[in-house]
């Protein structure tokens, strides 16, 4: 495929610069710091444009904190006009990494999505004659695992544009003075040239490029026709068990020795009559309902949201937005009797003041 050049430019114009600020700024206009970077909005572009121009940019400094949702998961948050700068960055290269694509890529894509990822789940399981079996594998701590120089080399191969790509350099091996990224969760331990912020727009652009390696080698080498992922949860769909078995191996050695990554103990070949778990959702041939988790999840938040409304803490808006949320979650699952349980429990009354 063509390399692509004369990018940089493009990146640093003014309009851009300030379509970016739009988008980074979307829910978030009450924030403190984009209110004091919108109130000298002209003067912050023209130094954010300047410092692109010159190559002075260097990324901010990151806040960290985990979340919980359900794995435990370090989240790293940029100052806004850095998200300012990736948003730049964004507009200008993702829609040409989005053509590389396979169609059955669904994450973080315009027109994908965890529902489409598991409706076409359900289609290839209907159209699989006899047993059908499906190979589920799962990347183990795949954001913090992302090698930097196996990125880079990939982007090399794409763009032909020096100052894109040591502005991409800059965003990726940016490690904030001891390697903050490349952090396993479970001892602690920190490891620089390795790791993505998960947080980041661009973290989520690089990782899907980086496993559309693993896409293409299993579409075109394994010959895989039924094949779907969503970021880093991948299943292929067949009534050949030996031959899903054979995919197991091939995609752990390519994914080991062309990607430095691995599997976790949650891969395995599931017969498709006992349901499959992905992207939150389970999945049969003739039917589809939430995870067990996901809606003890939804249920707990919505008991939450009742008391906090019964205190005062929140109005009756912030409880519908988040039914609205929840029920269209549910309006592509089968889920009557759940979404019957949870409007019978969420009976709003406010205690009355003494």
Request: hydrophobic letters at 35%.
């Amino acid at each position: 495929m063509k390399r692509y050049k004369n990018i940089y430019e493009r990146i640093y114009d003014y309009e851009n610069l300030y379509e970016a600020y739009i988008a980074a700024r979307r829910n978030k206009t009450r924030r403190s710091e984009v209110l004091s970077f919108t109130k000298n909005l002209e003067e912050n572009l023209v130094a954010l444009q300047n410092e692109l121009i010159w190559h002075s940019y260097c990324v901010g400094r990151y806040r960290e904190f985990y979340v919980t949702d359900p794995k435990k998961r370090l989240v790293m948050a940029l100052p806004f006009r850095d998200r300012v700068v990736q948003w730049a960055v964004y507009r200008q290269i993702n829609y040409l990494l989005d053509k590389r694509y396979i169609s059955t890529s669904y994450a973080c894509r315009i027109g994908g999505g965890t529902q489409k990822a598991v409706h076409q789940l359900q289609q290839y399981i209907r159209h699989t004659p006899e047993e059908v079996y499906v190979l589920k594998l799962d990347v183990s701590k795949y954001f913090y695992r992302i090698d930097h120089d196996v990125l880079l080399s990939i982007l090399y191969r794409i763009f032909k544009d020096r100052e894109l790509l040591e502005l991409l350099r800059r965003i990726i091996d940016d490690d904030q003075g001891g390697g903050l990224f490349g952090i396993d969760i479970e001892t602690g331990e920190r490891e620089t040239s390795v790791g993505m912020p998960i947080g980041n727009l661009t973290s989520q652009m690089f990782a899907n490029l980086y496993l559309n390696e693993a896409d293409q080698y299993a579409k075109h080498k394994l010959h895989a026709r039924k094949y779907i992922r969503y970021m880093d949860d991948m299943v292929i769909v067949s009534n050949d068990k030996v031959y899903l078995r054979d995919c197991w191996r091939a995609m752990d050695d390519f994914l080991a020795s062309h990607l430095k990554l691995k599997l976790n103990r949650k891969s395995t070949i599931i017969k498709a009559s006992n349901g499959i778990d992905f992207c939150g959702y389970r999945v049969w041939r003739d039917h589809i309902k939430l995870r067990k988790k996901a809606a003890l999840k939804m249920k707990h938040r919505l008991r939450w949201l009742k008391r906090a409304y019964a205190r005062g803490e929140v109005d009756i808006q912030t409880v519908t937005a988040s039914l609205t949320s929840y029920f269209g979650l549910l309006s592509h699952c089968d889920s009557y009797e759940l979404r019957k349980s949870i409007l019978n429990a969420l009976v709003l009354v406010k205690k009355r003041r003494r």
